[in-house]
Structure formats: C-alpha cells, structure tokens
Nanobody
Framework: QVQLVESGGGLVQPGGSLRLSCAAS????????MGWYRQAPGKQRELVAV???????DYADSVKGRFTISRDNAKNTVYLQMNSLKPEDTAVYYC?????????WGQGTQVTVSS
C-alpha cells in the first residue's frame, strides 16, 4: 500500500504562483509513475502532468509553459510548480502514483485562484 500526502494548496491571486508537494511512502518510489490531476466543481477529474521514473514529463495543453512537474527520489516527493495561475486553474489537485497494476491517490489539496 502506498500513502500519498499532498500539501501546498491555498488561495492565490491571478498571475500568482504556488508549489504543491506530494510525499509518498514506499521504498521503490523511483519506479512509480507520478502524476497530478485536478477536479473542478461540476467537472471530471483531468490529468495535469505526469513524470516517469526516468524524469520524462508530459503536460495537459492548458498548463504547458506555466506548470512544471518534478520529483526528488531521495525524498520520495513529487512537486508541481504552478506559475501564472488563472481562475480556471481553481480545483482540487490530487497526487497519483502508478506502479505495475496498482494505482494510488492522495486526499487532494484545494487550489483557489481569485482576486
């Protein structure tokens, strides 16, 4: 069982920045495919960014050039640096880990972009 704990959400003005963190349990973190998803009210959960153990990354078109996903395998942590935030980025952000046939989710952290 993998435990994922997100932190770093909050209220920020449009154009501002936030960094989300997700700490994972387990001794094989470097083998996990890690991702960030988000779900806005009334909408389906959507992929924001993923990072493989090789550090290969992929992003949703809506966040390319603004968000950066990274990982620190020594700390079992994945990050999402969010810059130039827009009101439409408002959502609950979830950390996700995939290993072989197993998928794990964090509890989510609220990000609100508003003036």
């Amino acid at each position: 069982q993998v435990q994922l704990v997100e932190s770093g959400g909050g209220l920020v003005q449009p154009g501002g920045s936030l960094r989300l963190s997700c700490a994972a349990s387990g001794s094989i973190f470097s083998s996990y495919l890690m991702g960030w998803y988000r779900q806005a009210p009334g909408k389906q959960r959507e992929l924001v960014a993923v990072i493989a153990g090789s550090n290969r990354t992929d992003y949703a078109d809506s966040v390319k050039g603004r968000f950066t996903i990274s990982r620190d395998n020594a700390k079992n942590t994945v990050y999402l640096q969010m810059n130039s935030l827009k009101p439409e980025d408002t959502a609950v952000y979830y950390c996700n880990a995939i290993y072989q046939t197993y998928t794990y989710w964090g509890q989510g952290t609220q990000v609100t972009v508003s003036s």
